[in-house]
């Protein structure tokens, strides 16, 4: 169960950055990196599930493990279980690695989303509500 | 000025469609299609401009102009103009041709979003209000 305190506080608007600092190009934001509550890098973004009606991100997808792509797995967390921290340029999570490495996961050119209950599964994975 | 009564749907979730039909990874945004309102192919979306910290879409980035990259410019729509049209599968914007050609353009390689008052100046030529 993650403690969502914080991930309510993302959607909050800071008065104190400026939409220069806030906004980042789809293109740009393989690669930022993600924390989890003790500092540690725990992986990376590969890409952001967006809702294409709503705008809203869904899930960012961080790829796990592998080298050089091979056996690299793709873990989708849900949008609410990040918290973007401006001065570590990352998000950070309230997830445990081995949560992570319990948590559902694919592999590269796996499609899993064509699944309706995907979705569900994953917020279900890390105790958030399912909100469709 | 944009008439916003079709864009304020866009927030609305539409039991109809589920969760597999509303996600596209950041890495297939681009070539999404663009029309007008009367149906007119305008352009193709380029790529997102996300906020960090909400995961909400601020603008599309359309691709427009050009012919194999060389004359292309880019056009930012505020998120708010832009409707997904699900037959259609892309998006539709109440917004002319003339209005986007005289709309606010940057080149390959440019980063207007440096600018902390580009957001406001793409918003105020589309008759938009900007919320930040």
Do not use: C
Not at 28 to 46: C, P
Not at 122 to 132: A, D, E, K, T, V
């Amino acid at each position: 169960m993650i403690d969502d305190t914080r991930a309510s506080e993302i959607t909050e608007h800071d008065p104190e950055i400026d939409e220069t600092q806030r906004l980042i190009s789809s293109r740009k934001v393989e690669g930022t990196h993600v924390y989890n509550l003790e500092g540690e890098h725990i992986g990376s973004v590969d890409s952001f599930m967006v809702d294409k009606l709503s705008g809203q991100v869904s899930y960012a997808v961080m790829s796990f493990g592998g080298f050089l792509g091979i056996g690299e797995r793709y873990h989708a967390l849900p949008w609410d279980a990040l918290t973007f921290d401006t001065s570590a340029g990352g998000y950070v999570v309230n997830i445990t690695r081995e949560q992570l490495e319990g948590g559902p996961s694919f592999a590269h050119g796996d499609d899993p989303w064509t699944d309706p209950e995907y979705g569900r599964l994953i917020h279900s994975h890390y105790g958030l509500p399912y909100r469709m």
